[in-house]
């Protein structure tokens, strides 16, 4: 009888232990994983390699029928067009219109037709100090091919050249501060 008593007590010790084992577990149940981190949001493909962005490509303005290639300057301190296209060997007539309202000190505009290969601004700071000649530097007079007067607001001026060889001109506003927004190229062909 002790012995079976003593296995039954056994029993219910191990019974109890592994209750006790078993409500431990309950109490204190494994962690669950964490939810997974929510997904890098994705980023967007490498752009291809090319450089800065591309500046946009100048306006183009060719003689109207009467072979007159209009221009305008305004108080946002641009030219109408950047490049204009005419026929080598053959007249040209360039009309500057400045269609702003600031006053001529403040917002001038002239237009100057240089050889090709001067850097505009380079010359333009040459410039700066004619302002007695409209901004047309007597040491420069052997770059300049024409160009117009200075431009008040709704002034406007127009400037004739024979002829010119095919080649690439540069034009530029040479009133202060102008020349590196108000520039573009006379392209002869
Ligand atoms: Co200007």
Known sequence: MRIAMREVCLCCALATASALGCGGDKSAPPPSPPPAAPA???TPAAQPATAAPA???PVV???DESGV?????????????????VKAGQPITIEL????????????????????????????????????TD?????????????TKLLGPGES??????????????????FPGHAAIMNGQLVVE
């Open 40 to 42: 890098a949001p994705s």
């Open 55 to 57: 500046m946009p490509a």
């Open 61 to 63: 303005v060719a003689p």
């Open 69 to 85: 290639v209009h221009l305008t300057a305004a108080d946002q301190m641009r030219f109408s067009a950047g490049r204009i296209n």
């Open 97 to 132: 219109k400045n269609i702003g309202t600031l006053a001529k000190e403040a917002m001038g505009h002239n237009l100057l037709v240089l050889k090709p290969g001067t850097d505009p601004m380079a010359f333009a700071m040459k410039a700066i100090a004619a302002k007695a």
């Open 135 to 147: 901004y047309v530097p007597t040491d420069g007079a052997d770059q300049v091919i024409a160009h």
């Open 157 to 174: 001026d127009t400037i004739k050249i024979a002829s010119l060889a095919a080649g690439t001109y540069p034009f530029v506003c040479t």
